[in-house]
């Protein structure tokens, strides 16, 4: 059975992005292990002569590394990712590059109708970034919209074509991970590349 991290990128101690995190947990527990992974407790990104990683950063990155994948849940905030998200994904490429070739799903839920459209959107360009190149799943989006009021009692999605649209993208990101397992052959140079990468060199 797949082994996913899924990082709940707010701070909010009431985030309904957790809540889809652990709607996912449950849900899909017979199809894989989900372990739900916090940042609120990182420090903001801050770069250091002797490139310093906070201990917080450090375990998440081992958890990462362990997995055979990674879920992220993001809000959206002035059309952009929140800065702890940011932030944390800072510190998982400063030194240390976890996510390198890591198959990733990502998610989100917000208040409004756009179900955080742009931050995702964001998000997959900081994926794809130098210094990540994580393995973003294509075509994926899955946007919760009105989310205060997404989930029953329970902690269970209302909208039934909702939960089957999540359904559906949970399949693919099975196989998606399954396919990426058969395709890293070119691992270890992709893993010299970023750790000589540096935005300061010509």
């Not at 490139?51 to 879920?71: H, L, N, R, T």
């Not at 190149?133 to 946007?143: D, V």
Request: glycine share 4%; charged share 25%.
């Amino acid at each position: 059975m797949n082994k996913f991290i899924a990082i709940v990128g707010s701070n909010s101690n009431k985030s309904t992005n957790r809540e889809l995190l652990k709607y996912m947990k449950h849900h899909f527990q017979s199809q894989a292990e989900i372990e739900l992974v916090e940042i609120k407790g990182l420090p903001i990104f801050k770069k250091s002569a002797d490139k310093f990683v906070p201990q917080e950063a450090k375990d998440i990155a081992k958890k990462i590394e362990a997995s055979d994948g990674v879920i992220i849940a993001t809000p959206e905030y002035d059309h952009s990712i929140p800065a702890i998200l940011s932030s944390a994904l800072a510190w998982l490429s400063y030194g240390i590059h976890p996510l390198l070739d890591k198959p990733v799903m990502i998610t989100g839920a917000s208040y409004g109708s756009l179900g955080s459209s742009r931050a995702q959107s964001q998000l997959r360009q900081i994926l794809d970034s130098p210094e990540l190149k994580a393995r973003i799943m294509p075509s994926s989006e899955f946007l919760l919209g009105h989310s205060l009021q997404a989930f029953d009692d329970n902690g269970d999605l209302k909208d039934k074509v909702a939960a089957q649209q999540l359904d559906g993208l949970f399949k693919d990101f099975l196989q998606f991970v399954n396919i990426f397992n058969q395709l890293n052959n070119a691992k270890e140079i992709n893993v010299q590349k970023a750790k000589d990468f540096s935005w300061d060199k010509d």
